[in-house]
């Protein structure tokens, strides 16, 4: 069993730049991969990128690709994405999610089993 709470969020201008944190309690945090998502209001929960339990292997969505950079530090039992060049398209609540631990970094919703509440990053234009 883990627990994820996601912080960092807020209010930003178009071009500036956030750091998200997903802060994990539980179990041992190396056993999990960890993703994150977004969700815009009406809009389909979407992947942003995720990270295998060792760090070794990372994987991007297309649309933040060159933009959003993640990392995890297991000795502190945290996932951090980087958000630069940041775009209003990039509004959303961002989620952190885990999924048992593998070589493959997955974009599928359905292969993470605990979620956090989310934090809400908003971008002005």
């Known amino acids: 069993q883990v627990q994820l709470v996601e912080s960092g969020g807020g209010l930003v201008q178009a071009g500036g730049s956030l750091r998200l944190s997903c802060a994990a309690s539980g179990r041992t945090f190396g056993l999990y991969n960890i993703g994150w998502f977004r969700e815009a209001p009406g809009k389909e929960r979407t992947f942003v990128a995720a990270i295998i339990w060792s760090g070794s292997s990372l994987y991007y969505g297309d649309s933040v690709k060159g933009r959003f950079t993640i990392s995890r530090d297991n000795a502190k039992n945290t996932v951090y994405l980087q958000m630069n060049s940041l775009k209003p398209e990039d509004t959303a609540v961002y989620y952190c999610?885990?999924?048992?631990?593998?070589?493959?970094?997955?974009?599928?919703?359905?292969?993470?089993?605990?979620w956090g509440q989310g934090t809400q990053v908003t971008v002005s234009s």
């Open positions: 999610a885990a999924a048992a631990a593998n070589s493959v970094a997955s974009a599928k919703i359905n292969d993470y089993h605990t």
